[in-house]
């Protein structure tokens, strides 16, 4: 019995060969390709996290329930950190681990700067933990200070000092006060901020500044701006609204980040500033009503919706009220990513584009353009074959 044959023709193999050249020669151009693939395929598709770590510019939302941490890296090297979390030992592992396994290399590192948004202990509950784990260089702190009023404990009492004189080293209070006036300044006496205070004043090497709107982080070679807009005052009736709202732009992108700050920051926004049009927001307040106004969303204009919020969080969050919200604002409901929902969140810039991806979520990994290749090559082989075996057939048939 003679054994088939399955030799192609000439012109099968020409066919064969000028599809595997094409192919090869499009590796180059990977990056441009994968970016037109995804904008045309459109909200459903999430990049590999492996690619969206690998852009110049990365921004980090963690997965840490209903709180807030955000790692930041930026074009020139720079790393950040806003916020660490809670008081949760779960919520601290995980970002001690997030930054041993994504940021740096060894076990250890070195943060040039942090951000304490503002005294809430799901936002400065882990500070401790990461100061004793990494060095970090500058950390900004909120206008509000640590004063506990009529107690008798030695290290309190010495912090009530230490607070009043860097106050009053600011101006911000008279020399000759000795308490805080409630009328121009906010206090807080809870152990977690004891302890945010006193770890990052004992943090070696660390300079220590207070968030203000005139703050600028940039670097005009690599092309990228941290711009500060809020805090615009020194007293805020609410701890939340002392969150600065910082609009991180790189390569024409940009992504607004707003901690905890409501709608009287908001509002001040609006009607005081152009605000520019970004890409991403971080949405304020874990999505609760009294941030994202319609006013503010409208002034951003946001493709993307980022929330911090725990999947089953306590005060029913992200509110209902806020995600109408966002979809109304042309926010499509499979851009608006929950980290208890789709994991930590990151959201990247490139020299292609944007990149979004959530380490829970559904990444298509076969868009990327290396795996097309080759089910193209594989797919023209195989079509090659079927034709070539058919035609063998009908040969047979006609032989007979």
């Keep these: ?37 995804y904008d045309t395929v459109g909200a ?76 809430d202990a799901d936002h400065i509950g882990g500070v401790s933990q990461i100061l004793d784990a990494f060095q970090v260089n500058k950390i900004y702190r909120p206008t509000i200070f640590y004063y506990k009023s009529g107690t008798s404990d030695s290290e309190e009492l010495a912090m009530n000092e230490s607070e009043l004189t860097r106050a009053k080293s600011e101006d911000f209070i008279d020399e000759s006060a000795t308490s805080f006036p409630s009328a121009t300044i906010t206090t807080e006496k809870t152990a977690t901020y004891f302890n945010c205070i006193t770890s990052i004043y004992e943090e070696p090497n660390c300079s220590v500044e207070y968030t203000s709107e005139d703050i600028i982080i940039q670097d005009e070679e690599a092309d ?56 991403a927001l971080k949405v304020g307040h874990h999505g609760d009503e009294d941030s994202s106004t319609t006013a503010f969303l409208s002034e951003l204009s946001p493709t993307y919706a980022f929330i911090s919020v725990s999947s089953n969080d306590s005060h029913g969050n992200p509110d209902e009220v806020t995600l109408q919200r966002l979809q109304d604002s042309g926010i499509s409901e499979n851009h ?65």
Aim: hydrophobic letters at 40%; aromatic letters at 14%; a negative charge.
């Design 224 to 279: 990228y701006e941290m711009r500060f807009y809020s805090p615009y005052k020194l007293k805020y009736a609410d701890a939340n609204d002392y969150s600065p709202v910082i609009i991180l732009s790189y390569n024409n992108h940009s992504i607004a980040l707003v901690g905890d700050a409501q709608e009287e920051v908001e509002t001040y926004l609006v009607e005081n500033y152009d605000l520019p049009q970004v890409d």
């Design 44 to 119: 459903d598709v999430y990049y590999n996290y492996q690619t969206a770590l690998s852009q110049e510019c990365v921004v980090h939302i963690l997965n840490v329930g209903s709180a807030d941490c955000i790692i930041l890296e930026l074009p020139d090297g720079t790393k950040g950190i806003i916020d660490s979390g809670s008081c949760y030992t779960t919520s601290r592992e995980h970002i001690i681990d997030y930054i041993q396994e994504y940021i740096f290399e060894a076990e250890t590192g070195v943060f040039d700067f942090m951000i304490l948004t503002h005294s």
């Design 1 to 37: 019995m003679k054994k088939r044959s399955y030799k192609f023709s000439k012109t099968k193999w020409i066919i064969f060969a000028s599809v595997c050249v094409l192919v090869l020669a499009s590796l180059p151009f990977s990056s441009w390709i994968e970016r037109k693939i």
């Design 336 to 400: 608006i990513l929950q980290t208890g929902l789709n994991g930590d969140i990151l959201f990247a810039i490139g020299e292609a584009g944007i990149y979004v991806s959530a380490s829970g979520s559904l990444t298509v990994e076969f868009f990327e353009w290396w795996f097309i290749c080759v089910v193209i090559i594989g797919t023209t082989a195989t079509l090659l074959f079927v034709i070539n075996n058919k035609s063998q057939k009908k040969n047979k048939v006609k032989l007979k």
